[in-house]
Structures are given as structure tokens and as C-alpha cells.
């Protein structure tokens, strides 16, 4: 299979998490339309569309292993269905911004994983970064005035479902990283798509049965368009095609585009407002980012 160029690889993780915080900040107006199950369902079925293409292995792939198969599974369980859900469910519950903040701690997630299931050595530097990324989140959860949080209470709910999103996120990276040794990075978009199809087709049919879709406007069928492309093609095809040429504890690096994006899109797009203190904690989650990928802070042991 061929091996991107490490600074294609770079571009390609860059784009990728880039797309990632854009459609974590679009998935607030979408949510508020459909309902999350039924979302993730239509989501996954115009990827599944999109790919059609990608499902047959290529000449010199081997028949996938039963190891393969299971780690196909969980990088869509956890990576597409899970995060899917704990995404759309903490935006909807919070805010872009929010979302921006608490996806920060990403870095570090993937480090620990990566230490934890690959075997790569991580410094102490990026123990520290941990701290620095619980502080900003914790930060942010305080930042909410009492007004704030009688007005929703789910707030704490919501920021829970953002970390359980983290977590997936990180699990994605690692797993993805075993994943890109035997299979294409096409055919793990195409295949890891349509296991979240079948996960959610359930629960999507239910609901898709009981929704008026003559209320969607058309401006809002073209903003899930972009969501199912960025989400199941675009991003995926990036990040399996950069993982290829980089560690997966490396590749985390890039996934400090994911809150900026979304932060910098709540913003410009959806009109939300950073306050001063929810800017002191996305700088303290940030530095976390900082510490955990300065030059020497991370071991790869090969």
C-alpha cells in the first residue's frame, strides 16, 4: 500500500481535524432539527451511498483477519457510532465553544492510549499536559453563572457526554493506527461507515417513521450533506491516509485544529460569544496541547 510523504501526511491530519471542529460546531443546528439517533442514522446512510465504491478490497490486500474484523468494529463503535452520539447529544446540551474546550484534552487521551495499547513511551511532559487539560475543562465548567445553569440544567450532562466524546476520539486514533498496517485507507472509511449504519438503523428507522420530514428546509439538507460528507468521507479518508506515514501519539498533535475549529466556527457561524473566563480555560486546555507535543515530550519507542 502506498506510504503518503510525511508533510502530505501532516496535511492530511491538518485537514482532517480541521473538518472534525467544523462539523462539531454544524451539528449544533442539525440537532435541534432531528432527533440524534436519527441524525447519526441519515448520517451514516448518505456516507454509505457516497462510498459505495470503496467496500471492495483492493488486489493486494489479504482477506481480513477475525483480529481485523473486531478492530474494524470497535474503531466504528467507538470512533463513528459512540462519538457520533456523545457529540451531537453534549453540543446540543452546551455549546460549540464548549465543545472547543473540552475537545482539547484530546492530545492527551490519544497519549495515554497510545502508551496503554501500542507500547509507545510517553514522557512526563505529557502527564503534566493531562493536568493542564482537566484544569481548562474543569475551568470551563465552573465559568457557567448560576443563572446560566438554572436556565439549562443539563449542562453537566452535556460536558460529561463531551469527555465520554474525547475518549472515543482518542480510541479512533489508536485503533485507527493498528487498522492502517493491513487495510487501505478508503476501505476502513467505507467499512467503519457501515458498521455505524448498521448500529443505528434501528433506532433511525423507528424515529425516521414518526418525523416530519416536509419541515426540513433546504438549506438544512444542504448543511447535512456537508455534516455526512465531512464526517464519514472526508475526515475519515484524511486521518487513515495521515496515520499511515505518522504514531499515532504524533498524529494527536493535530487534533488541537479540532477545538480551534470549532471554537473559531461557533463563533463566526452560529453567533455564540466566548466569555473571559471560558478564554482563560480554552488557553489553559491549549497549553495542555503545547506541553504535550513540544519537541522531546514524546518517546516513540520503535
Known sequence: MHTPSRPIAYLCLALSMSLV??????????AAIF?????????????????????KAPAHETTLSRQTKW????ESFFGNFLFTLCMISG????????????????????????WLFLREAVGA?????????????????????????????????????????????????????????????????ALINLWGFALSTPA????????????????AWGLLLFYALAACVWTVWLWMTGLRAVPASRAGIF???????????????????????????????????VIATWPGSLQIRR
Open 125 to 189: 511532559r505529557t502527564w503534566t499536559a493531562i493536568v493542564f487539560a482537566v484544569t481548562g475543562i474543569g475551568l470551563n465548567a465552573l465559568s457557567k453563572t448560576e443563572s446560566s445553569l438554572a436556565a439549562h440544567p443539563q449542562q453537566g450532562l452535556g460536558q460529561l457526554l463531551l469527555i465520554a466524546a474525547v475518549l472515543c476520539e482518542a480510541a479512533y486514533a489508536v485503533i485507527g493506527k493498528k487498522l492502517t498496517a493491513s487495510v487501505s485507507p478508503k476501505r476502513i472509511t
Open 204 to 219: 433511525g428507522l423507528y424515529l425516521a417513521w414518526q418525523f416530519d420530514f416536509s419541515r426540513v428546509s433546504v438549506p
Open 21 to 30: 471542529g467544523s462539523y462539531v460546531a454544524l451539528s449544533k443546528p442539525l
Open 35 to 55: 432527533p440524534v439517533m436519527l441524525l447519526a442514522w441519515l448520517r451514516f446512510g448518505i456516507g454509505a451511498v457516497a462510498m459505495l465504491g470503496w467496500l
Open 71 to 74: 478492530l474494524l468494529f470497535f
Open 255 to 289: 487534533t488541537v485544529l479540532l477545538p480551534i475549529s470549532a471554537a473559531v466556527v461557533g463563533t463566526l457561524a452560529l453567533g455564540e460569544r466566548i466569555g473571559s473566563m471560558q478564554l482563560l480555560a480554552f488557553g489553559i486546555a491549549l497549553t495542555s496541547v
Open 91 to 114: 453540543v446540543a446540551l452546551t455549546s460549540a465553544v464548549t465543545a472547543g474546550v473540552t475537545m482539547a484534552a484530546i492530545p492527551a487521551a490519544v497519549a495515554i492510549m497510545s
